[in-house]
T-cell receptor, first 116, second 114 residues
């Protein structure tokens, strides 16, 4: 079974631009979470989507948004890029099997965003 | 608020030596705990997880972790380190009712000396 794929793997943008990152979860997985990883702040949760609905959201400004499609693929968008948005953006998918317990998350390789 | 602390930023061990990576969590209810490993340029791979039951959890690649509620700890161990274990290790806590949101520690980078 193919793993989580993220495109593009590398991206260079300039301040003020916007960017869209894509994530394809493992087949059958309906939950997709996004994380930002930086050397200073570490791994921080951005948001989680399940069945095309945002279920949880981290403490990020409204410039960060996302969506999920009916096939569970997800995109995240960052508008008006700032230098501090340079980071590795990781997507993780999980198979929701019911109940309220956390599920194992399978991570993609990430998209390395550099903002100049 | 939930939080995870990994006190050691960087650890160096000799190949064949034992390893223990420390993790302390802060969470008001039953924690759901994870250890992930990240190799350079890669995403995170789950090593093991603890939800309930036996407090000693076995994972992949010969790793194990022990949950100690009294110490709010979930330390990762390996009896004999291999050069391929050099990577960054992250401890994380998940919350009931918040399935897609893991709180991660800042990570411990492991270097292995030949």
């Amino acid at each position: 079974k193919a793993g989580v794929t993220q495109t593009p793997r590398y991206l260079i943008k300039t301040r003020g631009q916007q960017v869209t990152l894509s994530c394809s979860p493992i087949s059958g997985h309906r939950s997709v979470s996004w994380y930002q990883q930086t050397p200073g702040q570490g791994l921080q949760f951005l948001f989680e989507y399940f069945s095309e609905t945002q279920r949880n959201k981290g403490n990020f400004p409204g410039r960060f948004s996302g969506r999920q499609f009916s096939n569970s693929r997800s995109e995240m968008n960052v508008s008006t890029l700032e230098l501090g948005d340079s980071a590795l953006y990781l997507c993780a998918s999980s198979l929701i099997i019911g109940g309220a317990l956390p599920n194992e998350q399978f991570f993609g390789p990430g998209t390395r965003l550099t903002v100049l | 608020a939930q939080s995870v602390t990994q006190p050691d930023i960087h650890i160096t061990v000799s190949e064949g030596a034992s390893l223990e990576l420390r993790c302390n969590y802060s969470y008001g209810a039953t924690p759901y705990l994870f250890w992930y490993v990240q190799s350079p340029g890669q995403g995170l791979q789950l090593l093991l997880k603890y939800f309930s039951g036996d407090t000693l959890v076995q994972g992949i690649k010969g790793f194990e972790a022990e949950f100690k509620r009294s110490q709010s700890s979930f330390n990762l161990r390996k009896p004999s380190v291999h050069w391929s274990d050099a990577a960054e290790y992250f401890c994380a806590v998940g919350a009931r009712g918040s399935q897609g949101n893991l709180i991660f520690g800042k990570g411990t980078k492991l270097s292995v000396k030949p």
